[in-house]
């Protein structure tokens, strides 16, 4: 099986709320990825970090990775209706990606 | 740079038959990957080529196949197709190193009758 797994599998917020996800893993890794997927479209890349990194910024999304506990968040500040997405998260082990999160942004 | 480019963007073909999409990657990336994404299954690995080379595969069964040319363009192949093949297909490049983010294609659709 993959090494990334999304959860929650649903998530609905109000416009303006923050959003998080989180991934759990298996194995050690280098670094971890999350993506974003629009219906019907390819996944778009957000952000990368790296298995020595244990936050990283991008405008209004936050990462957080915990070696530890092999785990990651991602967190979306100010949520807006143009986030409505899936959101996966992948290592670069193996590049598999769970079922996701779907994100819904109520305006 | 131009994305990575997917023909067809759609398709119909009918059980038994069988299909060839197509994958262009971004210019200087080595890699190419393949993943069919259900409703059901999720988001699952097919498989990745690296220099004409398949470097990984998923569990897939044979009738799913790919290729990858010298100038990094990728085609895969389903023979037999099954209704449950009915799925979007996406095509992901990278540069091939480590840390190396993957950039997708919008996939093709492809519908079993």
């Known amino acids: 099986s993959q090494q990334g797994e999304e959860d929650p599998q649903a998530l609905s917020i109000q416009e303006g709320e923050n959003a998080t996800m989180n991934c759990s893993y298996k194995?050690?890794?280098?670094?971890l990825q999350w993506y974003r997927q629009n219906s019907g479209r390819g996944l778009v890349h957000l952000i990368l970090i790296r298995s020595n990194e244990r936050e990283k910024h991008s405008g209004r999304l936050r990462v957080t990775l915990d070696t530890s506990k092999k785990s990651s968040s991602l967190l979306i500040t100010a949520s807006r209706a143009a986030d409505t997405a899936s959101y996966f998260c992948a290592t670069e082990v193996d590049m598999r990606f769970g079922a996701g999160t779907r994100l819904t942004v109520k305006p | 740079k131009a994305g990575v480019t997917q023909t067809p963007r759609y398709l119909i073909k009918t059980r038994g038959q069988q299909v060839t999409l197509s994958c262009s990657p971004i210019?200087?990336?080595?890699?190419v990957s393949w993943y069919q994404q259900t409703p059901g299954q999720g988001l699952q690995f097919l498989f990745e080529?690296?220099?004409?080379?398949?470097?990984n595969k998923g569990n897939f069964p044979g009738r799913f196949s790919g290729r990858q040319f010298s100038n990094s363009r990728s085609e895969m192949n389903v023979s037999t197709l099954e209704l449950g093949d009915s799925a979007l297909y996406l095509c992901a490049s990278c540069p091939g190193e480590l840390n190396s983010p993957l950039h997708f294609g919008n996939g093709t659709r492809l519908t079993v009758t």
């Open positions: 210019s200087g990336h080595r890699s």
């Open positions: 080529y690296f220099s004409e080379t398949q470097r």
């Open positions: 194995t050690s890794i280098n670094n």
